[in-house]
């Protein structure tokens, strides 16, 4: 499985932005990129997904590079409630060995400040 | 409804017990999962059911025996752990197992003395 590179943790102030990196230097073409976050004592919650374009939806925008080597995902205005680990994982797609897999990677662990 | 529920949310077993998690889902979803977490570490996937059938294994010891009974319903028979298993072990299941979202229950702590 194509691995993904993240820092292990960043700080934000409340009502900041919040751009939280990704490298996937290995990612294949079929590869879709992943966003999921874990909040304290909850299981995992998708937050965005995109292949090359870049995405936006109620919680996040997500940049992807041209190159689809690194991506980057947006909160726009950071709450105490967005205070996670924040997993970027790749997704094969369908008729791929990973089909249906979920990898996930270290995270980052995103801490916001009031 | 958009939940995945699992029981029980804590339990406390002994090497030689035989034990149950469940996993329950009312959204339609054919594909289903589980997923093992250790203390601050990520999420490993154990296994994947598609349409109720074993899609993929990943290589998990035979103490652990996941069946489907029906598409809504998920559980994860356990026999002999080990004091490593003690972990905390997530269901999760999407329309598909191609599907974009998967949707995770809050998980189940285990505890094996």
């Known amino acids: 499985d194509a691995k993904t590179t993240q820092p292990n943790s960043m700080e934000s102030n409340e009502e900041e932005p919040v751009h939280l990196p990704c490298n996937h230097s290995?990612?294949?073409?079929?590869?879709?990129i992943h966003w999921y976050r874990q909040l304290p004592s909850q299981g995992p919650e998708y937050v965005i997904h995109?292949?090359?374009s870049n995405v936006n939806n109620r919680m996040a925008s997500l940049a992807i590079a041209e190159d689809r080597k690194s991506s980057t995902l947006i909160l726009h205005r950071a709450t105490l409630r967005d205070a996670a680990v924040y997993y970027c994982i790749l997704k094969g797609g369908a008729g791929g060995t990973s089909y249906g897999k979920l990898t996930f990677g270290q995270g980052t662990i995103l801490t916001v400040h009031p | 409804d958009t939940e995945v529920t699992q029981t029980p949310k804590h339990l406390v077993m002994g090497m030689t017990n035989k034990k149950s998690l469940k996993c329950e889902q009312h959204m339609g979803h054919r594909a289903m999962y589980w997923y093992k977490q250790k203390a601050k570490k990520p999420p490993e996937l154990m296994f994947v059911y598609s349409y109720e059938k074993l899609s993929i294994n990943e290589s998990v010891p035979s103490r652990f025996s996941p069946e489907c009974p029906n598409s809504s319903l998920l559980n994860l028979h356990l026999h002999a752990l080990q004091p490593e298993d003690s972990a905390l072990y997530l269901c999760a299941s999407s329309q598909r197992a191609v599907s974009y979202e998967q949707y995770f229950g809050p998980g189940t702590r285990l505890t094996v003395t």
């Open positions: 290995t990612i294949s073409g079929t590869d879709y």
């Open positions: 995109g292949l090359t």
